[in-house]
Nanobody, 116 residues
Framework: QVQLVESGGGLVQAGGTLRLSCAAS????????IGWHRQAPGQQREFVAS???????AYADSVKGRFTISRDNAKNTVYLEMASLKPEDTAVYYC??????????WGQGTQVTVSS
């Protein structure tokens, strides 16, 4: 089993910054892919960003240039630095990991609310 514990969500004004963290534990079996998705009310869950064990990153077009994903392999933790936040970034943000065995797991989600 794999456990993902997210933190760092909250309420911020438009233009502000937030940093999300996700700590993974359990049978994660390196190397693994880890990243973030989000789901706004009434909408489907969508990809935000991901990072490979080697540090290669991918971003959704909507967050490129504003969000930065990084990871600390020693701590099995991934971070999402969110800057220039917009009201449309409001969503529940979920951490997702694909283990070295190819299994996928989701975190419980953390709410991000951006006020205008």
């Amino acid at each position: 089993q794999v456990q993902l514990v997210e933190s760092g969500g909250g309420l911020v004004q438009a233009g502000g910054t937030l940093r999300l963290s996700c700590a993974a534990s359990g049978s994660i079996f390196r190397p693994y892919l880890i990243g973030w998705h989000r789901q706004a009310p009434g909408q489907q869950r969508e990809f935000v960003a991901s990072i490979t064990y080697g540090g290669n990153t991918a971003y959704a077009d909507s967050v490129k240039g504003r969000f930065t994903i990084s990871r600390d392999n020693a701590k099995n933790t991934v971070y999402l630095e969110m800057a220039s936040l917009k009201p449309e970034d409001t969503a529940v943000y979920y951490c997702k990991i694909r283990t070295g065995e190819g299994n996928g797991y989701w975190g419980q989600g953390t709410q991000v609310t951006v006020s205008s």
